[in-house]
C-alpha cells in the first residue's frame, strides 16, 4: 500500500469523524472465561483462544501465556502497525523492521512479598530496528508520530480511567 491508498482509504472515515465525533467512539471488548481445572483464563481473541496462566516466576508452568508477555506483544503489535501506517502516509523508505518491547517486573508485587514493590511493571522500553538510509530528522518524526498514534502506548502512557466490578 502507498500514501495514495492509506490517504483514499482513511479519508472517508476521518471525515465522518470530523463530521459527527460521536461515530468515532468505538467501544473494544474483550471476554475470558475462568479454567476450572488449573489457574488460567481461556482468552477468546477473535482468531484462537490463547490460554493465560500464572508466570514461572509465580508458580506457573509456563506453558500457558503470560499476560505480562501479551501486554508487552499488543505494545509490539501496536506499535508495528502505527509505524507502518506513519511511514505509508509520510512516503518514509522504509526496507525491513522490527519492533521488541521489553519490561522489568518485580514479581515480590503481585506475590505479596513487599508491600513496597510495585505490582506491574516498573519501566518497558520499545525499540525499532530501521531499514532505512533516510535523514535522522525524519526517523525522529517517524518514531514522534508513532508514539504519538500508537493507541498501546499512549494508553501506558497516558493511565485511562479504569472501574472493576462484579455481577452474579
Known sequence: MDAAELKAMQSPLKDAYREDAAQAVITLRAKGTLDDQKIACKVETGRALAVAGLHPATGGSG???????????????????????VATALEFRLGSATVEAEGDL?????????????????????????????????????????????????????????????ER
Open 63 to 85: 506453558l500457558e501465556l503470560c499476560s505480562g508477555d501479551m501486554l508487552l506483544e499488543a505494545l509490539v503489535a501496536c506499535a508495528g502497525v502505527t509505524l507502518k501506517a
Open 106 to 166: 518485580d514479581f515480590r508485587g503481585t506475590l505479596g512479598v513487599a508491600k513496597d514493590a510495585p505490582v506491574g511493571f516498573r519501566a518497558i522500553r520499545l525499540a525499532f530496528r530501521l531499514d532505512t538510509d533516510e535523514p535522522q530528522e525524519r526517523i525522529d518524526a517517524l518514531l514522534k508520530l508513532t508514539e504519538r498514534y500508537c493507541v498501546v502506548f499512549q494508553t501506558l502512557n497516558s493511565r485511562p480511567q479504569l472501574s472493576v466490578s462484579a
